[in-house]
C-alpha cells in the first residue's frame, strides 16, 4: 500500500515535469530573439534614413542685372506722330523733324556729335567723335505749339531727352536765359534750373560754306541732305542757341548757349538714328572722304 502512495507520486512529479517543460523551452527562447533582432534592425533603419534622405532647402534664384541706364529699343518712324516741318516759306520747303524719333546731331564746324557728358543731375553737353551710342541720341518730345499774337505764326516747343541717361533733359545752367554763356546742363523733370529752361526750338538754316583762315573753302557740304537746325532756348526768348565754345573743333569742347544761331558752331545737322540703323545713311562720323578740320 506504501509502495503504491510512493509509485503515485513519483508520476505525478513526472507529468508536472512533461507539462512545464515546453513552456520554459518557449519562454526562453522568445527572450534570446527578443533581445537581438529589433535592435538589429532599428539601427539599420536609422542608418538608411540618414543616408537617404533628401535636402530640405531650396536653392537661391538670381535675377539678371538690368541694364543701366535703360535704353529705348530701335524706334520705327511709322509708329510716330506725323513729322512737324520747320522754316517752310512760299520758296523753301523747310526741314522734317519726327516727334518721339531718335536723332544724331552734328556740327558742321568740326564733324563732331552732340554728346551727353554724363547719366546724372547737372552732367554737362559737349561734342565728340561718332561713337553711335545712345549718350549721342536725342529725342524731341514735343509738348506744345506757341501761337503768335496775329496767330500768322506757330512755334513748336520741344523738351530734349537725353537718350543715354535715366530721363535726364537738357536744361540751361541757373534757367537765365539774358545772358551768354551759360552751360548746357542734363536735369530731370523734377528740377529743371527754372521755369521754361527745359524748353527749345528749333530754327531752320541754310547750309554756310566753311572755309579757312586763308578764305580757301573747306567744306560747302553740297552732299550733305539733311535738316540743318539751330537749337534755340525758350527761356532766352529764342534768342541764344546751343554753341559750341569758342568755335572749337576738338572733341571734348563743352556746349553752351549764346546769341545768334547762324554761325556753324551754332547749327546741327540731324540724322534720324532709323536710317543709320537701317543703311539709308552713312553717318558722317563714319564717312572716309570728308574734309579734315
Given at each position: 500500500?506504501?509502495?503504491?502512495?510512493?509509485?503515485?507520486?513519483?508520476?505525478?512529479?513526472?507529468?508536472?515535469?512533461?507539462?512545464?517543460?515546453?513552456?520554459?523551452?518557449?519562454?526562453?527562447n522568445?527572450?534570446?530573439?527578443?533581445?537581438?533582432?529589433?535592435?538589429?534592425?532599428t539601427?539599420?533603419?536609422?542608418?538608411?534614413?540618414e543616408?537617404?534622405?533628401?535636402p530640405t532647402?531650396?536653392?537661391?534664384?538670381?535675377t539678371?542685372?538690368?541694364?543701366?541706364?535703360?535704353?529705348?529699343?530701335?524706334?520705327?518712324?511709322?509708329?510716330?506722330?506725323?513729322?512737324?516741318?520747320?522754316?517752310k516759306?512760299?520758296t523753301?520747303?523747310?526741314?522734317?523733324?519726327?516727334p518721339?524719333?531718335r536723332y544724331?546731331?552734328?556740327?558742321?564746324?568740326?564733324n563732331?556729335y552732340?554728346?551727353?557728358?554724363?547719366?546724372?543731375d547737372?552732367?554737362?553737353v559737349?561734342?565728340?567723335?561718332?561713337?553711335?551710342?545712345p549718350?549721342?541720341?536725342?529725342v524731341?518730345?514735343?509738348?506744345?505749339?506757341?501761337?503768335?499774337?496775329?496767330?500768322?505764326?506757330?512755334t513748336?516747343?520741344?523738351?530734349?531727352?537725353a537718350?543715354?541717361?535715366?530721363e535726364?533733359?537738357?536744361?540751361t545752367?541757373?534757367?537765365?536765359?539774358?545772358?551768354d554763356?551759360k552751360?548746357?546742363?542734363?536735369?530731370?523733370?523734377?528740377?529743371p534750373?527754372?521755369?521754361g529752361?527745359?524748353?527749345?526750338?528749333?530754327?531752320?538754316?541754310?547750309?554756310?560754306?566753311?572755309?579757312?583762315?586763308d578764305?580757301?573753302?573747306?567744306?560747302d557740304?553740297?552732299?550733305?541732305?539733311?535738316?540743318l537746325?539751330?537749337?534755340?532756348?525758350?527761356i532766352?526768348?529764342?534768342?541764344?542757341?546751343?554753341d559750341?565754345?569758342?568755335?572749337?573743333?576738338?572733341?571734348?569742347?563743352?556746349a553752351?548757349?549764346?546769341?545768334?544761331?547762324?554761325?556753324?558752331?551754332?547749327?546741327?545737322?540731324?540724322e534720324?538714328?532709323s536710317?543709320?540703323?537701317?543703311?539709308k545713311?552713312?553717318?558722317?562720323?563714319?564717312?572716309?572722304d570728308?574734309?579734315?578740320?
Open positions: 500500500m506504501k509502495l503504491t502512495k510512493k509509485i503515485c507520486k513519483i508520476i505525478s512529479i513526472l507529468l508536472v515535469l512533461i507539462i512545464a517543460l515546453p513552456l520554459m523551452l518557449s519562454c526562453g522568445k527572450t534570446d530573439t527578443g533581445s537581438t533582432e529589433p535592435a538589429e534592425s539601427a539599420d533603419t536609422i542608418a538608411s534614413s543616408t537617404t534622405a533628401a532647402t531650396t536653392p537661391p534664384t538670381t539678371a542685372k538690368p541694364t543701366d541706364p535703360p535704353t529705348d529699343p530701335p524706334t520705327d518712324p511709322a509708329s510716330l506722330p506725323a513729322p512737324d516741318i520747320i522754316g516759306t512760299d523753301n520747303p523747310g526741314y522734317e523733324i519726327i518721339g524719333a544724331y546731331l552734328w556740327s558742321p564746324n568740326s563732331l552732340l554728346t551727353a557728358d554724363g547719366d546724372y547737372y552732367a554737362g559737349s561734342q565728340d567723335d561718332y561713337t553711335g551710342k549718350d549721342q541720341m536725342f524731341f518730345e514735343k509738348i506744345r505749339e506757341d501761337v503768335s499774337a496775329d496767330g500768322t505764326k506757330v513748336n516747343v520741344y523738351r530734349i531727352r537718350l543715354g541717361t535715366k535726364r533733359y537738357l536744361d545752367e541757373d534757367g537765365i536765359g539774358n545772358e554763356g552751360l548746357v546742363l542734363l536735369t530731370t523733370l523734377a528740377k534750373e527754372g521755369d529752361s527745359q524748353e527749345f526750338t528749333l530754327k531752320a538754316q541754310k547750309k554756310t560754306t566753311l572755309k579757312d583762315a578764305n580757301a573753302v573747306i567744306d557740304f553740297a552732299n550733305v541732305d539733311l535738316p537746325f539751330s537749337v534755340m532756348n525758350v532766352s526768348k529764342n534768342q541764344k542757341a546751343i559750341v565754345n569758342g568755335v572749337s573743333v576738338d572733341a571734348g569742347a563743352y553752351h548757349m549764346w546769341s545768334g544761331g547762324t554761325a556753324n558752331n551754332q547749327k546741327w545737322f540731324f534720324l538714328v536710317d543709320v540703323e537701317s543703311g545713311i552713312v553717318p558722317r562720323g563714319l564717312q572716309q570728308i574734309p579734315p578740320r
